[in-house]
T-cell receptor, first 113, second 111 residues
């Protein structure tokens, strides 16, 4: 079984400042890792995913994340946020060989003008 | 274009009524999932199905039922036994690692 911990429920940040949303996971098997974004009253949109290979993963909208196996982390970063990045962000994990996603509780990112 | 749809987008239910949420995909995916989303809770798994005519309970299956008579369809029924059904419901289909597709969701409100 897997579990995901998103360490911050809310993150306020000023426009054009950098941001990091933290995600830690636990699993007894190899994992695939994902970050999703959700805008109000909408479904989830995939930002980026780590399946294998390079531990630095680049996604849409200028976001990137780094898989750190020793620290069991998959933190999401953006060097300069925009008002339109205001949304809720979910980290998720599946065990290799499984398609079932386990989600964190989400982090609400608020970008302040 | 292939995709996954959910209907209706908004649904209102009186206490004691059963309601059925639709989820359809034309991606030829074998696996489909239903999640429930509550504020501050993330997404929790209700039921999932990996092949036609077979499905398993997730973490919060009580008060829900599903069927999988066709590969394309995985409807979720919220029964009167579900004591707190007001939530946002998301359907997901997948054909392999990293290929999860999310429906747009159904917001259910109990009046």
């Amino acid at each position: 079984a897997q579990s995901v911990t998103q360490l911050d429920s809310q993150v306020p940040v000023f426009e054009e400042a950098p941001v990091e949303l933290r995600c830690n996971y636990s699993s007894s098997v190899s994992v695939y890792l994902f970050w999703y974004v959700q805008y109000p009253n909408q479904g989830l949109q995939l930002l980026l995913k780590y399946l294998s290979g390079s531990t630095l993963v680049k996604g849409i909208n200028g976001f990137e994340a780094e898989f750190n196996k020793s620290q069991t982390s998959f933190h999401l970063r953006k060097p300069s946020v925009h008002i339109s990045d205001t949304a809720e962000y979910f980290c998720a994990v599946t065990g290799a060989g499984s398609y079932q996603l386990t989600f964190g509780k989400g982090t609400k990112l608020s970008v302040i003008p | 274009d292939g995709g996954i749809t959910q209907s209706p987008k908004y649904l209102f239910r009186k206490e004691g009524q059963n309601v059925t949420l639709s989820c359809e995909q034309n991606l030829n995916h074998d696996a489909m999932y239903w999640y429930r989303q509550d504020p501050g809770q993330g997404l929790r798994l209700i039921y999932y199905s990996q092949i036609v005519n077979d499905f398993q309970k997730g973490d919060i299956a009580e008060g829900y039922s599903v069927s999988r008579e066709k590969k394309e369809s995985f409807p979720l029924t919220v029964t009167s036994a579900q004591k707190n059904p007001t939530a946002f419901y998301l359907c997901v289909s997948t054909g392999g690692p990293g290929t999860q597709y999310f429906g747009p969701g159904t917001r259910l409100t109990v009046l």
